[in-house]
C-alpha cells in the first residue's frame, strides 16, 4: 500500500491530473501524472456527484419535478465529463457484440460510428440511470446518493486496469498506463470509506453492486478481446453507476 505521506505529497498533482483526464473542466496546464493518479478518481467522481447533487437541489427547490430534475442532472453529469463514459458503453457494446473475432471487435470499438448495439447499451442504461435517480429524488437523500455513487463508480475503473491487460496496445488506456494494484485499491478503499460516510451500513450492497457488474464486464472483455480499453473502462463506469442507483433506489 502507498505510503500516507507519498499520497499527501502527490495528492494536488494527482487530483489535477485525475480531473484533467476525466473531466473537461477548464484546468490550467500541468503535467498529467497518468495512472498514478488513479487512486484519486473516486474523489474526482465524488466532486462530480456533488455538482450534480447541487444542481438537483436547485431545481427541486425551483418546483422541478424528480424526473426532469433527474435529466437535468444526467445531463450535466455528461457535459462535464464530455461524455466520455457514455461513448465508452456504446462503443463496448458494438464491439463486444458486433464481431466475430477479436481484431474485428476492437475495430468496431474504434470506429466512431454508433451501432445498434450502443444505441440500445445507452438507451436501457441511461434509463436505468434515470428511473434509479428520479426514485432518489422523491424520497429525498440524493446529496449522500450522487456523491457516493460517484465515487464508487470510478473505483472499478482504475481496478481494471491495474488487473487485466490492455487488449489494444494504443488508445487513452494505454497512453494513461497501468496503475499498481495498490493504488487502485487505495482507490478502492477510498470509494468505500466516501460511500460509508454517506451513506451508512447501504455502503455494504452500493460496493457489491458496483464490483458485481464490473467482475460481470471484466470476464466478457477477456474472452471477447483479451483485456481492456478505455470504452471498457468507461462502460464500467455506467454500469457501476446504474447499479448502484438501482440499489439506492429500492433501499429509499
Known amino acids: 500500500m502507498p505510503p ?3 499520497i499527501a505529497l502527490t495528492l494536488p ?29 473516486p474523489l474526482v467522481g465524488a466532486v462530480l456527484g456533488a455538482f450534480g447533487a447541487a444542481l438537483a437541489s436547485g431545481a427541486l427547490w425551483l418546483g422541478v419535478t424528480p424526473g426532469v430534475t433527474a435529466v437535468l442532472v444526467l445531463a450535466l453529469g455528461a457535459m462535464l465529463t464530455g461524455g ?32 445498434s448495439y450502443g444505441v440500445l447499451a445507452l438507451v436501457l442504461v441511461t434509463l436505468a440511470r434515470w428511473a434509479g435517480l428520479t426514485a432518489v429524488l422523491v424520497y429525498g437523500g440524493h446529496w449522500a446518493a450522487l ?13 481494471m486496469m491495474a488487473l487485466l491487460p490492455n487488449a489494444r496496445g494504443e488508445g487513452l488506456s494505454h497512453a494513461t498506463g497501468r496503475p499498481g494494484q495498490a ?3 487505495v482507490g ?18 452500493l460496493v457489491f453492486a458496483a464490483l458485481g457488474v464490473t467482475v460481470a464486464l ?13 470504452d471498457i473502462l468507461g462502460a464500467s463506469q455506467q454500469l457501476a453507476e446504474a447499479a448502484c442507483l438501482a440499489v439506492l433506489s429500492a433501499r429509499v
Request: proline residues 4%.
Open 147 to 159: 456523491v457516493a455513487t460517484g465515487a464508487l463508480s470510478r473505483a472499478p475503473m482504475a481496478l
Open 4 to 6: 500516507i505521506r507519498d
Open 183 to 185: 493504488v487502485a485499491l
Open 84 to 115: 466520455l463514459h457514455e461513448d465508452g458503453l456504446s462503443d463496448t457494446a458494438d464491439g463486444l457484440y458486433g464481431g466475430w473475432t477479436k481484431a474485428r471487435r476492437l475495430e468496431i470499438m474504434k470506429d466512431s460510428r454508433v451501432g
Open 13 to 41: 498533482c494527482d487530483l489535477l491530473s485525475g480531473f484533467a483526464l476525466l473531466t473537461r473542466l477548464p484546468l490550467p496546464n500541468h503535467q498529467g501524472t497518468g495512472a498514478r493518479s488513479a487512486w484519486a478518481w
Open 218 to 230: 471484466a470476464f466478457s472483455a477477456l474472452r471477447r478481446i483479451g483485456g481492456q480499453t478505455g
Open 188 to 205: 478502492l478503499a477510498l470509494a468505500v470509506v466516501i460511500a460509508g460516510a454517506l451513506t451508512g451500513w447501504t455502503a455494504v450492497p
